[in-house]
């Protein structure tokens, strides 16, 4: 059965600091792998996405995801948060069809 | 693009009654739908699958009966929770997704509070 580990439900940064958040799967497969955002009040949206090739994937807003097969890990990177970062982020791992979510991470950015 | 709209974001129902959840894609067709129920401080737990045309899949433990799923249409799936019941108040998520593309687009969620 897959899985999905965040390994931090609550994270506090200040307005420019960097910011990594972990992601850890089982999965017995070809995997995909997605980061989701839900800023507060709106529905989730696709921050990247890894299928295939390189496994430094860029996102939007500054996001960028590395996908390390070894360590079966997927772990989420911005170098400068900002503000308007704050959201809860989940990582999601899939075949074609079904996605596992993992419990998410609160990302609170004071300015 | 890609835009799925859930409606209605929030209901209040008595027990007993039964509630139904609609989602739509608005701009591309949704050969796959997908419905959610997310617990207060947990992850998206997976409720079932549906492809247009065609029966839903349940997950493991989702009553079938309870949570009547439709995907009539390219555009649209309903949720029905009959015969509601408080502990079945829950935020419930649906995504799509279109033929070919393994993205999923989500809704804005309905928060369902039974009384």
């Known amino acids: 059965a897959q899985s999905v580990s965040q390994h931090n439900h609550h994270v506090i940064l200040s307005e420019a600091a960097s910011l990594e958040l972990g992601c850890n799967y089982s999965?017995?497969?070809?995997?995909?792998l997605f980061w989701y955002v839900q800023y507060p009040g709106q529905h989730l949206q696709l921050l990247l996405k890894y299928f295939s090739g390189d496994p430094l994937v860029k996102g939007i807003k500054g996001f960028e995801a590395e996908f390390i097969k070894s360590k079966f890990s997927f772990n989420l990177r911005k170098p400068s948060v900002q503000w308007s970062d704050t959201a809860e982020y989940f990582c999601a791992v899939g075949g074609y069809s079904t996605l596992t979510f993992g419990k998410g991470t609160m990302l609170l950015v004071s300015p | 693009g890609a835009v799925v709209s859930q409606h209605p974001s929030r209901v209040i129902c008595k027990s007993g009654t039964s509630v139904k959840i609609e989602c739509r894609s608005l701009?591309?067709?949704?050969?796959?739908m997908f419905w959610y129920r997310q617990f207060p401080k947990q992850s998206l737990m997976l409720m079932a699958t549906?492809?247009?045309?065609?029966?839903?899949?349940?997950e493991q433990g989702v009553e079938k009966d309870k949570f009547l799923i439709n995907h009539a249409s390219l555009t649209l799936s309903t949720l029905t929770v009959t015969s509601a019941h408080p502990e079945d108040s829950s935020f419930y998520i649906c995504?799509?997704?279109?033929?070919?593309?393994?993205?999923?687009?989500f809704g804005a969620g309905t928060r369902l509070s039974v009384l």
């Open positions: 995504s799509a997704k279109g033929q070919g593309k393994n993205i999923q687009y």
């Open positions: 549906s492809n247009e045309g065609s029966k839903a899949t349940y």
């Open positions: 999965y017995g497969g070809t995997v995909n």
């Open positions: 701009d591309f067709q949704a050969t796959t």
